[in-house]
């Protein structure tokens, strides 16, 4: 009897200590699980910072292709304009060298009507436009209306007139040279709409002469600003 409780004693202290055995193992195999968890996580932190890393490398490699395209146009143009010093002046074209260059000489002018409506017009008054856009040589006068030319030579001159908007509303003007008409336009509003005539002509001009716009309309007539009524014109080199 006392050795039969001897064995269970035994076999009770060995089975004890097994257990203790297995819950220290699976105590140590959660700290293993945890920590292998962990570095996934870093390691799956890491590959994103990789991949980050790589897109702005690419981002700065196309930033450097870029500049190096950038500095090689740079130098092929540096190396072009030094190769256009070195021409002499007489084997350049003339339109080339003249290209965007004001001349001295150089005539043209671009007026227009910008106020809502000249109103009251009557036969035979001269339009005056109240926009001077663009004046070079100074020939187009704001207060009479004239353009008047400065060198002996061919012109080109246009007129654009924009009728008002009143029922069967009509106007007619003259693009004069001193006393003689160079050509008519014509335009008739009606019904609430607009309408517009134009003159384009090249004409020879000696110095002095007086070119100018009046209305021929026998009635008194109104004409349509807003910059739709025009009157431009330039000299014509043969250089």
Do not use: C, W
Request: charged content about 20%; aromatic content about 8%.
């Amino acid at each position: 009897m006392l050795y039969l409780l001897f064995v269970v004693m035994v076999a009770g202290n060995a089975l004890a200590a097994d257990t203790d055995s297995l819950s220290r193992l699976t105590s140590r195999f959660k700290l293993l699980e945890n920590r292998v968890q962990d570095l996934e996580h870093q390691v799956a932190s890491q590959q994103h910072e990789i991949i980050d890393q790589k897109a702005s490398l690419a981002e700065k490699s196309r930033e450097i292709t870029e500049l190096l395209e950038l500095l090689k146009e740079k130098d092929t143009l540096k190396k072009t304009n030094r190769r256009m010093s070195d021409i002499p002046e007489q084997n350049v074209p003339a339109q080339l060298l003249r290209r965007f260059v004001l001349d001295k000489d150089d005539v043209a002018f671009y007026a227009r009507l910008d106020e809502t409506e000249l109103t009251g017009v009557s036969l035979n008054q001269t339009i005056l436009f109240d926009n001077v856009v663009l004046n070079a040589g100074n020939a187009y006068n704001i207060n009479s209306g004239q353009f008047i030319t400065p060198v002996d030579g061919f012109y080109l001159l246009s007129v654009a007139v924009t009728s008002d908007l009143g029922h069967n509303h009509q106007l007619q003007v003259a693009l004069m040279k001193n006393d003689v008409i160079l050509a008519r336009a014509h335009a008739h509003g009606d019904s609430g709409h607009l309408d517009q005539g134009g003159i384009t002509i090249v004409v020879g001009l000696s110095a002095g002469d007086k070119v100018f716009v009046k209305s021929t309309y026998q009635d008194v007539t109104d004409f349509y600003g807003g910059g739709l009524t025009t009157f431009s014109g330039f000299h014509i080199m043969f250089k």
